[in-house]
């Protein structure tokens, strides 16, 4: 579990009600839920209003989540389904 001093930041990019996006959404809100609790701050991005962000951002494909801190960054793309992947990529596997 993460600590308050290791708030994690995430921020993930969707392509609006896609239905991966949702899955996406709802799979990183049980994750957070169940292992971060509020030791998180999440920024959803939807690609089709901020079209320049996601490029701007090197975003190809949604969705795409991405932890900016603490360090390392990584990138995980997908639905986000494959819950011990994301918890090995966000860095809190038990």
Do not use: W
């Not at 609006?16 to 609790?37: D, F, W």
């Not at 901020?50 to 932890?67: E, I, M, N, Q, S």
């Amino acid at each position: 579990m993460a600590h308050a001093s290791k708030t994690l930041r995430l921020r993930l990019y969707v392509a609006g009600g896609a239905p991966n996006s949702v899955r996406a959404i709802a799979n990183l809100a049980a994750i957070c839920k169940e292992h971060l609790q509020s030791a998180f701050k999440l920024e959803i991005i939807d690609v089709l209003q901020f079209p320049l962000r996601a490029l701007a951002d090197g975003v190809l494909v949604t969705p795409h989540l991405t932890k900016l801190s603490p360090s390392p960054a990584t990138k995980i793309v997908g639905n986000l389904s494959d819950r011990g992947r994301v918890l090995d990529a966000l860095g809190i596997r038990k």
